[in-house]
């Protein structure tokens, strides 16, 4: 009797629940706003313009949602598996490396092949970070959480190592290595159309945007529609039915946690190869996080995580240009919109779902019982 | 008494209980005399759990009234039913199991400040209640050094203890041998004597008929019946609690057992903290019988089955298939033809949040003919588990519908459809029909029936020893790890009780 198995239409579940999460922020944003006396209404408008409103906005907002996708497939993969992958930073970060590694040594090669070794790159470079965690995840039972959130500093320190030892030209006293050849650089989105004839706005926007929308299908085949997504699942609905089912759980965690690694890797192809074609301390900021969040509001789906990745790559593009608008909105004030959405998205992500299963499921008596 | 008398103990009436968008109790009216043993029978989810926990102040009722001895009264929390003079004995047991059974007594009502006084005054007080009701126990030893039977006669006096006269008991044998149930309804007996009410939930019908005098009889929420147990038998009160007839028995024909397709050999197996719980164990299973496992819970079974099946690895001894050593792997093992329908469905079985189709290949993953290339193929793996269903008269007959959803009988259909649709050679059953409807457990006998008579090996572990004695065609009787004995299923109850209870061999 005390079974609460009630299902609600997917509209509901993937739409009308996230949508209020999403109001219930931005409704305290908008009461912070109106607190340092600037209009909720007008800023709204600022941020869409400055989000959708004009072609470079455009394309700073899908130069975003890019790192969005890859960041926000890499967790959801893990947590399909039912690991928590707060790494994603760190690993991202390491496949910049990979990333730099190549695009450094093969200046001269032909763009395609610099393109596809650092595609690989990344992806070795980022699940090669995520293995050591995952290893001991499933070999020793160490928190995937802790082990993974430790390797974001080790990351960090790390770089900062290489960078200001090794990688910056003799020299230079910036910590970054030098700017990759044209060769090695990811083609500019408004370079490669007007190749083809069409004429869009200047922006970091580059061809890895279809990367992610690429991947973002793979994923979806892979966690739906082959046996490693389905012993996926089952380790992360029921590790114990995937014992019973003579699965290899350590395997499987290892082998998840990889193919996360590897996808936040490839947000390193955006950043690093993309836009700022060389690498530098810190070019993750915070991309990793928020993938967390996105993963979170897109239900871990492919498609929903394009979508949220959309959002978070509309609010901070939009929220630039908000904080360049209006001074007493200050960059800060922006991070704080961000996260109230992650907090209403992703933490407080089960608020409004008793209440609206109740009036479905007063509405629809099919839902009653069993 | 004798104004009061005409009064029943506990009278319910109109009793209508909602959660979320299921109505758990409809309407329903229940009169209890005092001094009687009054059972409530109904199956899983039938809504005898929700009435008693509104009874004693768990939950609200949405509307209708509860009254004691006649009087109107409103129990809005469990205290409140302990002043009504309610108690409550649950399933599973709310003891402290490293505090002695004084301390576990007193624990709520410890009377004064200083613990002390309290302690000296319940000791008395608990004196003189096993003095009266034969309801010895050192007051002294802690929970966890007590016999299951032994914490919850501690249960017990912790509710007479605060006064109760209506006691309420929720499936108090699932966790006794037999021998501990009898001992329970002879102190139930003796407290009825006294004047005690006592209201008994079970699922079990024989013992409804063994200590109640009047049973009432919940379906679905609604109160169907309340009668004297004198005058109806188990088919009538099965056929209420089911809404249809319902076949108790099983038909068995002659056993003709063939060649050894499982040997277990000298098998020891430890649990995760290192302790042995299966104890150098040696048996076989020819094909062509069932042989049944009785025991107690937690004596070693479900250890036994895990190893077998590839889960848990044995620290030492030897598992032979079909005359081959079989290596601790579940894959390798359902390979080999043994099939698996574990004890704790929810645990081991299913994914409840897969549908029904994700959940027919759960095992058989690898097999060939679900995959297309890279992929999986879907349309074969629906398809498959639509014609399985089908068979196994699943109910709704949807493979894309949330495991979840399904009943509980209906879900272990789902699971023993899987296992047994690759023909396997042997069977491994834990508690087939646990949390089951008995519509459903009629179905499941027969099924299991049918793959012995097919000439399958099938090995049954359950804690209903009415179950294992009329499907097996041998019992293994566990106790502690070791097998106790061997016995056939004809043996009388009595005796398989004592050696479940490590009491002969």
């Excluded at chain 2, 479900?302 to 590839?310: D, K, N, P, V």
């Excluded at chain 2, 995959?371 to 999986?376: D, E, I, S």
Aim: glycine share 10%; hydrophobic share 45%; with cysteine.
């Amino acid at each position: 009797m005390s079974r609460s198995a009630r299902e609600l239409p997917v509209w509901v579940d993937a739409g009308l629940i996230p949508f209020l999460n999403l109001a219930a922020a931005f409704l305290v944003t908008g009461i912070l706003i109106l607190i340092i006396g600037e209009s909720p209404v007008e800023s709204v408008k600022i941020m869409l313009t400055g989000a959708f409103g004009y072609g470079e906005g455009v394309g700073y907002t899908l130069f975003y949602t890019t790192n969005f996708i890859f960041t926000g497939l890499a967790f959801a993969v893990a947590l399909h598996a039912g690991l928590f992958n707060i790494g994603t930073e760190g690993q991202a970060y390491i496949g910049g490396l990979g990333v730099a590694s190549v695009c450094l040594a093969l200046g001269g090669f032909p763009m395609p092949i610099v393109i596809l070794l650092a595609i690989i790159a990344s992806a070795l470079f980022g699940a090669a970070w995520a293995f050591l965690p995952a290893y001991l995840q499933a070999k020793r039972g160490s928190h995937i959480v802790i082990t993974t959130i430790m390797f974001n500093f080790i990351a960090a320190a790390l770089m900062v190592y290489l960078l200001v030892n090794v990688l910056s030209p003799a020299g230079s006293m910036q910590p970054e290595t030098r700017t990759f050849d044209e060769s090695a650089r990811v083609p500019l989105m408004h370079d490669f159309l007007a190749g083809l004839g069409m004429v869009i706005a200047r922006s970091p926007l580059n061809l890895s945007f279809f990367w992610a929308l690429i991947c973002a299908g793979l994923v979806q085949v892979l966690i739906w529609h082959t046996k490693l997504g389905y012993e996926l699942r089952v380790l992360g609905a029921n590790p114990e039915a995937a014992v019973y089912a003579g699965m290899k759980p350590d395997r499987l965690i290892v082998t998840a946690m990889l193919i996360s690694g590897g996808l936040a890797g490839f947000m390193a192809l955006n950043e690093v190869m993309g836009s700022q074609n060389r690498l530098v301390l810190e070019f993750t900021s915070g991309y990793g996080f928020v993938g967390i969040a996105v993963a979170l509001m897109g239900r871990s789906r492919p498609v929903g995580i394009i979508l949220a990745a959309l959002l978070f790559g509309a609010l901070y593009q939009g929220g630039a240009d908000l904080a360049f608008e209006k001074p007493a909105i200050t960059r800060q004030m922006i991070v704080i919109i961000q996260g109230l959405v992650i907090l209403f998205a992703g933490a407080l992500e089960h608020m409004f779902r008793p209440q609206i299963t109740r009036i479905f499921a007063r509405r629809n008596p099919q839902l009653r019982g069993a | 008494m004798n104004e009061n008398a005409r009064s029943p103990a506990i009278k319910l009436s109109h009793i209508n209980k909602q959660f979320g968008a299921v109505q758990a109790n409809k309407d329903v009216s229940l009169e209890v005399e005092r001094g009687t043993i009054h059972g409530i029978v109904g199956e899983n989810g039938a809504g005898k759990s929700t009435l008693m926990s509104i009874l004693f102040g768990f939950y609200q009722a949405d509307s209708g009234g509860i009254f004691i001895n006649g009087e109107p009264r409103t129990i809005t929390s469990p205290s409140e039913a302990i002043k009504a003079g309610i108690g409550m004995v649950h399933q599973h047991f709310m003891l402290v199991g490293n505090f002695t059974v004084l301390e576990n007594v007193i624990l709520g009502a410890e009377g004064a400040f200083i613990l002390s006084h309290g302690i000296a005054a319940a000791r008395k007080e608990l004196e003189r209640l096993a003095r009266d009701h034969g309801l010895e126990v050192d007051p002294d030893k802690a929970i966890d050094e007590l016999p299951v039977g032994l914490q919850q006669r501690v249960e017990i006096l912790k509710a007479l203890y605060r006064g109760a006269d209506v006691l309420i008991l929720d499936e108090p044998t699932g966790v006794l041998t037999p021998r501990e149930a009898d001992h329970l309804f002879d102190v139930l007996r003796q407290l009825k004597a006294e004047g005690k009410t006592v209201i008994f939930i079970t699922h079990k019908l024989k013992e409804i008929m063994a200590i109640t005098e009047r049973v009432s009889v919940m379906r679905r929420g609604e109160m169907v019946a309340t009668l004297d147990t004198t005058r109806t038998s188990p088919e009538e009160l099965a056929e209420l609690m089911v809404g249809r007839r319902v076949l108790l028995r099983v038909e068995k024909g002659a056993c003709r057992p063939k060649q050894t397709v499982l040997d277990v050999i000298n098998l020891t197996v430890k649990d995760a903290d290192g302790v042995v719980r299966v104890d150098d164990v040696s048996f076989s299973v020819r094909a062509g019988e069932i042989v049944g496992i009785a025991g107690v819970v937690g004596n070693g079974q479900s250890e036994l089955l895990e190893a077998i099946t590839g889960i848990r690895q044995p620290v030492s001894g030897e598992i032979l298939l079909n005359g081959k050593p079989l290596a601790c792997d579940a894959a390798e093992a359902r390979q080999r033809k043994l099939a698996h329908v574990p004890e704790d469905r929810h645990r081991f079985g299913v994914v409840t949040s897969f549908n029904a189709s994700d959940n027919f290949i759960l095992g058989y993953q690898d097999d060939k003919k679900y995959q297309r290339g890279p992929f999986l193929d879907r349309s074969a793996i629906v398809s498959d588990s639509a014609r399985n269903m089908e068979a196994f008269d699943v109910r709704p007959k949807d493979p894309n519908l949330r495991l979840g959803l399904f009943s509980g009988g209906n879900q272990q259909k789902i699971v023993l459809g899987r296992e047994i649709d690759r023909d396997p050679d042997l069977l491994i059953v834990g508690q087939p029909t646990r949390g089951v409807d008995i519509g459903a457990i009629e179905f499941i006998h027969r099924r299991l029936m049918a793959m012995r008579d097919k000439g399958k090996a099938i090995l049954l572990v359950s804690v209903e020893l009415d179950e294992i004695r009329s499907l097996a065609d041998r019992v293994l009787v566990m106790f502690s790890g070791k097998i106790a004995g061997e016995c056939p299923p004809e043996t009388p109850e009595q005796r398989i009780g004592l050696m479940m209870a490590g009491a002969v061999a």
